[in-house]
Every structure is written in structure tokens, then in C-alpha cells.
């Protein structure tokens, strides 16, 4: 059951918990999502699933082979200022929730 934790900028992020054996980069192929490639200060693989046609909306995954778990967000519009990490982004809320549920779902069928 996916559970609330603290993210990097102190606010709830939405976590999956793995139990997989295959490679994570297919598994979240297979849900819709591309990577983003390897976030440097944490080690994760990144990666985001559009919402429409363009690139914001998107949720937004970090996932962590070694602790088997994915953190996960939506992004509702692009950072403001240039090399900032920080943007409008949902870590709780039903359209996160579902899309977890969706994730595991996915997951368990494979």
C-alpha cells in the first residue's frame, strides 16, 4: 500500500513500495512513463508521464532500485527560475493516489 513520506523539499511525497525482480526502467516503460536519467544527488532513476500534450502536467517518479520503492509527484507547471529544482507540484491528493494505485496495479499483473 503506497505510504506518505518526507521528500526532498520537507513536504509528503506519494511511496510505492516494490517487490520486483525485474529491471525498473522496463517496469515503469510499461506504464507510460520515460526516463529522465539519474538524478545526481540522490542516485534515483528518473522519470515522467505526460498528462496531455504537453510537457506540464506530469508525474513525476523517482525510483530507487537499491530501497525497491518509487517516490512519486505531480508536476503541474515548469520550475520558474532557471536551474532551481523547486516548481508546483502535488505529492498527496486523489490524482496521486490513483495514479499509485495504477502503478501497482500494473505491477502486480506482470
Not at 13 to 40: A, F, V
Not at 47 to 70: C, D, M, T
Not at 76 to 97: I, N, R, S, T
Amino acid at each position: 500500500m503506497p505510504e506518505d513520506i518526507k521528500g526532498a523539499f520537507g513536504k509528503a511525497e506519494m511511496r510505492i513500495i516494490l517487490e520486483i525482480k525485474e529491471n525498473p526502467y522496463n517496469l515503469m516503460r510499461k506504464c507510460g512513463y520515460h526516463s529522465e536519467g539519474i538524478d545526481k544527488k540522490t542516485g534515483q532513476t528518473v522519470f515522467a508521464r505526460r498528462l496531455g500534450v504537453g510537457n506540464y502536467p506530469r508525474f513525476h517518479a523517482h525510483v530507487s532500485r537499491e530501497k525497491q520503492e518509487i517516490n512519486l509527484h505531480l508536476d503541474q507547471k515548469k520550475p520558474v527560475y532557471k536551474d532551481q529544482p523547486a516548481h508546483a507540484a502535488e505529492y498527496e491528493g486523489e490524482l496521486v493516489e490513483k495514479e499509485a494505485k495504477r502503478i501497482k496495479k500494473i505491477f502486480r499483473g506482470l
